[in-house]
């Protein structure tokens, strides 16, 4: 069975992160965003992965080379020359898509985080025998987003709404399809929009069927909902193999903790932390509602909530990092600095208070 | 004879054209900075270069095959793993720095822009004797920077003070050095200031002269001095090589156009602007005092000034750019847009007006 993932394009909502890395090898909760959907993937039985990208392709190539061997998937990519939307990708890996057994694939979004209940979409798509099945999670403020109106008994799809101004349902498209290869057929080679174009197409004749998505669903594009997202799968995790979070009496709540990071005495981590390969926290450091890259060190007696420390940057003794800080690669913030949500670009460092959220180039 | 350019870091002065291509890969008058140095050092008989940096050497000795065929002279990299310093790369490329011919070798600051009287500065050195001569230039305000005090006659360096309070002097350090090998003895393989630690010591033992610069002189590392440094360096131009300015009913001022650029009717183009490879310039445009990168397009009835645009970027249909904006590489500013100074990451499009200087990531 194959598979595309609408990796996309520059990542820029997710900078200063994506400076350094493209937003598919950004880590989320200590493995790249992208791993777990590939991951995901091959539980469900497919061989084959194609990454529809646009932007930086040898360092995408790389670090396929790597996880290919380890996780024994076939991985490509499917390079666009132009911005093809959210489906013209999939008339340009066409040909990567089909082979002629007439199975159906998935296509993710890379920014989505859930539980990927493949198996269950699988059978869905066959009891319908429809030609698509999309997934679709339940939002609390649907004008926001575009809606999937359905009818309620058998998923059946009726039409797309985009930011409704009067209540018409509250289930959004969850960026997860599972398609006959004869959607293909529906989609030229050119820049066209799933939701607006093909999947309207695919409702009016009645073929076109959506499943709720259980559990949680976040898109994790930006760092706000990064954060948010972090919290909904530690959650998830603790009740699928508790045994992956961290415990101890420095641990409050869900926390993960990668094998080579070193916690001094005296701390205080969680809820709602990811702390990475190689981290060193160091003593009397509380931690809270956030990630931590890989090679990060934290002096003591620092306090962190609600931010993201990125690759191999230090934060400085009795240093207060909070509200939506980012620090990008390389960031150091000296001792006994204030950062209130600094945006902080690479290769920097703080040595003076950041008292309102800002940028720092 | 041979030469070291120090090349240092990040850029991240220079943000956001630093995040497409390291420092001295950014264009200047239409030339990578480092090869306005380059080019000045081959015309008096250097052979040899080394670039001592510390940042995407990758990047750096991929320009570099291409410059060591086309100019006829060696290129190396001598690559810091910790940075050194302003003294301590000298140090680490001894070995390509000295041979055993015993001549004195350069050292130049990668961000400097002048005119390079490099042979008038082999000339000084031959005739006082020293171990040491570095260039120095007049400056309005040498309380922001490190003086220098000399004897006016010989040239013969005192001392040096840093932001001096009371007024000593008005030249300060040009970043433009000529030493003899001895000085490699005195610097250790560490960081190393060569203005706080190897000068003085020199200066202490008479050895150390200084070469007022004549011309213009500008750092350019960060984007204010480099639009203030294209000026001048224009101005120089005239003097000099008044062919290579453009000319024409619509250019006033001095202004450089790559062969390669196209500018339409009804433009009004200068003082101050340099105008790069495969730009299009459409009709009824204003620019005045910016630099505009390989690839832009400018659509009809904009108006630039006091600003850099970024390599492949367009600027829309009467939009008005101005006051320090710095659009970094494949940035879109749409039509009627207004920008008072916006500082805009690579790869964004521009849909909004921007009222105040900020940066947009």
Known sequence: MKALILVGGFG?????????????LVEFANKPMILHQIEALKAVGVTEVVLAINYQPELMLNFLKEFEKKLEIKIT????????GTAGPLALAGDKLIDGSGEPFFVLNSDVICEYPLKEMIEFHQSHGGEASIMVTKVDEPSKYGVVVMEETTGKVEKFVEKPKIFVGNKINAGIYLLNPSVLDRIELRPTSIEKEVFP????????????????????????????????????LRKKSSGKLARGP?????????????????????????????????????????????GVRIK??????????????????????????????????????????????????????????????
């Open 250 to 294: 420095h641990i409050g709540g869900n926390v993960l903790v990668d094998e080579t990071a070193a916690i001094g005495d005296g701390c205080l981590i969680g809820p709602d932390v990811a702390i990475g390969a190689g981290c060193v926290i160091e003593s009397g450091v509380r931690l809270s509602r956030c990630s931590v890259m890989r």
């Open 12 to 24: 820029t909502r997710l900078r200063p992160l994506t400076l350094s890395v493209p937003k598919p």
């Open 300 to 361: 003591k007696h620092a306090y962190i909530s609600s931010s993201i420390l990125g690759w191999h940057s230090t934060v400085g003794r009795w240093a207060r990092v909070e509200n939506m800080t980012i620090l990008g690669e390389d960031v150091h913030v000296g001792d006994e600095v204030y950062t209130n949500g600094g945006v902080v670009l690479p290769h920097k460092e703080i040595k003076s208070n950041i008292l309102k959220p800002e940028i720092v180039m």
């Open 201 to 236: 197409k695919i409702a009016a004749e009645q073929k076109l069927y959506a499943m709720v998505l259980p559990g949680f669903w976040m898109d994790i594009g930006q760092p706000k909902d990064y954060i948010t997202g972090l919290r909904l799968y530690l959650e998830s």
């Open 77 to 84: 990519c499917s390079q666009e020359t132009e911005p093809l």
